[in-house]
């Protein structure tokens, strides 16, 4: 065995030990049921004014920041919905089976209590780097939330392990996505495609995050829009299938199913265990990622921006992976074999069958390839910004143009390799990332809930503006080092200390 092979093992099964069901897994579902309650559901009671906030107010006027809290959330969006949504989703359901689905959905709705709590703190502990641009994120609140040695430590783990795993998962499993699609739909030569994606990518990434902010604010509704919209068409035209598939999504996930022939067992933990790690892998809830973009915008208090920040999991979990699970499981295809092989179709090809069968004539098979190379183009972008923001807590901002220019260069390798130890590589990345982040969010939930009962308590429709916020903000410490910090950029150094609850 080449040491190429040997590392690939090797990464897969540190994966295996870090996404398996005795760590991350549980960690990050338990994380998010603790926050939950903590902040007394927070998710089911204020979704309706955090989602009118985000996509209807869409900012807070005259407030600090770079871009707005739109912006912030599609850039984040942007990052989270990619190929997770179509061939993430096919892989849970075609090892898990339909039950898989079920703790898709358990996990994006505890999971919206870890993102809220993740984007607070990282509007709450943001500085201003030396460009004048906000800077946040788990690199800066564990450091400045916990303080001492052993906040710094969990900053600096974070913030090495987010740069490595962007140029995976964030750059060369998307680029390649993008390559292998076109050339299969299109016939171009996987090279051209991987230069025209290294020049476009550059191209955004030179104007930095006002740039990423405004072409995702027009990119990412386009592309859920038409995605949903292809899969609400099969559902209506599958409608008396539905039942049956709610039922079946509900009863398997507690007492398990088998693939094709027994392809993965049926056992209720592979269900379990594949539906959780593929729904954290697609909305990133706990990982700490979206912190970093939530960090950026115009918000006049870190509460605000954490429930818009929120909502982005309710709408990559909640929608976009309900449509791609409910039409493979409404059209079968889960369950259906290759006709050459006879085996389980493969994950890639799950979604684009299921689109094909339940759309007429070329529509399904577009919609899911458009759908895949704009998911995974706004991936390559959301993720460009959060290796940025790391590399610029690293080494300082001089080094942020030097990132700019080999990320894009790395996309054109990505789309022409073979990257089988790529994604390995990403997924351990991925895992590590999230673990100094969730000690973070236990550690400061105190904070976290203190802080977020006391504004509620007096704007609990999100409708106060700057001067009353700050009116019944007077006084608080949070609140006064808070503002401090916004007109100064910088940050307090504290001392280890765990918040009063």
Known sequence: MGFTETLHEVLDTISGIVWGPWLLIPLLVGTGLYLTIRLGGLQFLKLIPALNLGLFKRKDAGSEGDISQFQALTTALAATVGTGNIVGVATAIGIGGPGALFWM????????????????????????????????????????????????????????????????IGNMTQGNAIASNVEGSWGVPTWATGVVLAIMTLVVLLRGITSIGRVTAGLVPVMIILYVLGGLWILIANFEALPSAFAQIFTDAFTGTSAVGGFAGSAIMIAVQFGVARGLFSNESGLGSAAIAAAAAKTSHPVRQGLVSMTQTFIDTIIVVSFTGLTIIVTGVWNQTDPE?????????????????????????????????????????????????????????????????????????????????????????????????????????????????????????????AATIDGFMQGRPEWIEWRQSEKTGMLPVQKAKRPKS
Request: hydrophobic share 50%.
């Open 105 to 168: 959905w358990v996990t994006g709705l505890v999971g919206m209590a870890s993102k809220y709590s993740e984007a607070f703190l990282a509007v709450r502990f943001r500085a201003t780097d030396a460009a004048g641009e906000k800077s946040g994120g788990p690199q800066y609140y564990l450091q400045h939330g916990i303080g001492g040695w052993f906040g710094k430590t969990l900053a600096l783990m974070f913030a090495i392990f987010a740069v490595l795993a962007c140029f995976g």
């Open 341 to 465: 092989t006879g085996e389980q179709l493969s994950p890639a090809l799950m979604t684009g069958e299921a689109f094909s069968h339940g759309l007429p004539g070329e529509w399904g098979h577009w919609i899911v390839t458009i759908g895949l190379i704009l998911f995974a183009y706004s991936t390559i972008l959301g993720w460009s910004y959060y290796g940025e923001r790391n590399i610029e807590r690293l080494f300082g901002r001089r080094m942020v143009m030097p990132f700019r220019i080999l990320f894009s260069v790395i996309v054109f390798v990505g789309s022409t390799t073979q990257l089988g130890i790529v994604w390995s590589f990403s997924d351990v990345m991925n895992g590590l990332m999230a673990l100094p982040n969730l000690i973070g969010l236990l550690v400061l939930s105190g904070l976290i809930a203190r802080e977020t009962k006391w504004y509620l308590k007096h704007d609990p429709k999100l409708t106060a503006d």
